[in-house]
Nanobody
Framework: QVKFVESGGGLVQPGGSLRLSCAASVSAFRLLPMGWYRQAPGKQRELVARIPSASSPTYADSVTDRFTISRDNAKKMVYLQMNSLKPEDTAVYYC???????????WGQGTQVTVSS
């Protein structure tokens, strides 16, 4: 059964930092391209960072140079270091394979990130 559990969100002031973690329960994790997604109120879920199994990460333009995605294959973990946070980064953040599994049940609860003064 595929499962992702996100953690590390919270309330932070503009310019602050957070580190999100994702624990994956999935076979052959090391072979999977993984992504961090976010969904803001009233908006569609969007991919913000992607890390393939064996090549360089890529980022949405809105987070380039501020966010860093990384992974630990031995621990089946994916991380998102978020720096210089902006109010527009406020969203629920999720991790999943990229592209996501077609079974909607693979989405975790996500972790809320709120950037506000």
């Amino acid at each position: 059964q595929v499962k992702f559990v996100e953690s590390g969100g919270g309330l932070v002031q503009p310019g602050g930092s957070l580190r999100l973690s994702c624990a994956a329960s999935v076979s052959a994790f090391r072979l999977l391209p993984m992504g961090w997604y976010r969904q803001a109120p009233g908006k569609q879920r969007e991919l913000v960072a992607r890390i393939p199994s064996a090549s360089s990460p890529t980022y949405a333009d809105s987070v380039t140079d501020r966010f860093t995605i990384s992974r630990d294959n031995a621990k089946k973990m994916v991380y998102l270091q978020m720096n210089s946070l902006k109010p527009e980064d406020t969203a629920v953040y999720y991790c999943n394979r990229d592209p996501p599994y077609t079974n909607s049940g693979t989405w975790g609860q996500g972790t809320q990130v709120t950037v506000s003064s």
